[in-house]
C-alpha cells in the first residue's frame, strides 16, 4: 500500500497506515501512481468519496501535493533507468567496433552491465596489454552523448585501471 508512508509520517499506527492506504486506493482508483492528478480535479474527486477516516489525518490538497510529487519520483525513475539501459546497449554497439564483447571472457572485452546503475561504467579489456586504438576518443564521444553517465573506466581482468574517460 503505497499510501501508507504517507500516514506514517503523518504519526498513525503501521496498523493504521496500513487500512487507510488500502480505504484510499479501494475508493480511489484514480491514485494509480502513474498519472498525476490537476490539484482541483484531485479536490473534486476526493469530495465526492465524502468524508473518509483518512481525511482526519490529511487535507486533500497535502495528499494529491505528496501523491503527485510520488508520481514524478517514480517518474524519474523509470527514465532514468531507460536513459541507462539505453546508454548500455550503445556503449556495447560502440565496442563492438574495436573488437569483441563477451562477458565470459571470449572476447576482447566485457561492459560489466552492473556498473551503470551509478552512471559510471566500467569496461573489462582481455587486451591486456594496450587498449584498442582509438577507443579512448569515441568513449569521450559516446560518454558526451549520454548526459546520465559521469565516467568510464576501463580496466584489465585484474581490476587495475587502464584509463578513465
Known amino acids: 500500500m503505497r499510501f501508507s508512508s504517507f500516514f506514517l509520517a503523518k ?6 497506515a496500513a487500512r487507510l492506504s488500502a480505504e484510499l486506493h479501494g475508493q480511489c482508483p484514480w491514485f494509480d501512481f502513474v498519472h498525476e492528478v490537476d490539484t ?5 474527486l476526493l469530495a465526492d468519496v465524502g468524508n473518509q477516516p483518512w481525511s ?4 486533500a490538497d497535502e495528499l494529491i501535493h ?3 510529487k510520488s508520481v514524478w519520483q517514480n517518474s524519474y525513475a523509470r527514465i532514468r533507468a531507460d536513459e541507462l539501459n539505453a546508454a548500455y546497449v550503445d556503449l556495447c554497439e560502440l565496442i563492438g567496433h574495436f573488437g569483441k564483447e563477451d562477458a565470459f571472457g571470449d572476447g576482447d572485452f566485457w561492459v560489466v ?10 569496461i573489462v579489456s582481455f587486451l ?8 579512448q576518443p569515441a568513449l569521450q564521444g559516446w560518454k558526451a552523448s549520454h548526459i546520465c553517465i559521469r565516467q568510464v573506466t576501463i ?3 585484474d581490476g587495475d585501471v587502464l584509463a578513465t574517460v
Open 11 to 16: 504519526g498513525v499506527t503501521k496498523t493504521t
Open 40 to 44: 482541483s480535479i484531485g479536490r473534486e
Open 56 to 59: 482526519a489525518h490529511a487535507t
Open 66 to 68: 505528496w501523491y503527485n
Open 113 to 122: 552491465s552492473d556498473s551503470f546503475s551509478e552512471g559510471a561504467p566500467s
Open 128 to 135: 591486456q596489454t594496450h587498449l584498442a586504438p582509438g577507443l
Open 155 to 157: 580496466t584489465n581482468p
